[in-house]
């Protein structure tokens, strides 16, 4: 609802172009609410992504272990340590962020565990996750799974749709720690 510039309190300091709205009640004032709520932390949630994609396209293993594990310490439990669990967590990352995203899809002789396809760059990345029993395995783990990409030829499906860029992914992860290799 708009108000007459006359009935605007003359401290308001409103110039000429300019009006006072009044949410008209409680209701309409709890949507306005949760609708700016939403789209901040939308906002937040992209803005903060930017940097991992980042590190995801430029292939900087370094700087993805740091951002993965730094996101796993503060955001999951400790009961959460399953394969399928860091599956779903790298998943839930990329996802709705403009780019393809294909979970377990068949690719060459197998299932890979995630593709992200970047169609307008002709770009993508394939990874592969593995849960390591201690942190000691982690770097083991991490070279099997870029055997296991290269053995079951899962980016050449992806190379063969007209990708350029293919970028293989292993990941580890142990408890609240994740390491990534190229």
Not at 43 to 61: P, V, Y
Not at 94 to 102: F, P
Request: positive net charge.
């Amino acid at each position: 609802m708009t108000k007459a510039r006359e009935d605007i309190d003359a401290n308001a300091g409103l110039d000429t172009r300019q009006y006072a709205l009044r949410i008209p009640n409680r209701e309409i004032m709890g949507i306005f609410r949760k609708s700016v709520r939403n789209w901040f932390t939308e906002k937040s949630f992209m803005d903060d992504r930017q940097e991992l994609f980042s590190a995801l396209w430029n292939a900087d293993e370094n700087k993805l272990t740091t951002l993965l594990s730094d996101l796993l310490f503060d955001t999951i439990s400790y009961f959460d340590y399953q394969e399928s669990f860091y599956h779903a967590f790298i998943t839930g990352l990329v996802s709705n962020a403009g780019y393809v995203v294909e979970s377990n899809y068949e690719n060459g002789l197998g299932r890979s565990d995630l593709v992200i396809k970047d169609r307008k760059n002709r770009r993508a990345i394939v990874i592969e996750a593995k849960a390591a029993e201690s942190k000691g395995m982690m770097q083991r783990e991490c070279l099997d799974a870029l055997r296991q990409i290269e053995k079951r030829q899962y980016a050449e499906k992806v190379e063969r749709s007209g990708f350029k860029t293919v970028i293989r992914q292993g990941m580890a992860f142990w408890k609240k720690r994740c390491l990534v290799k190229i």
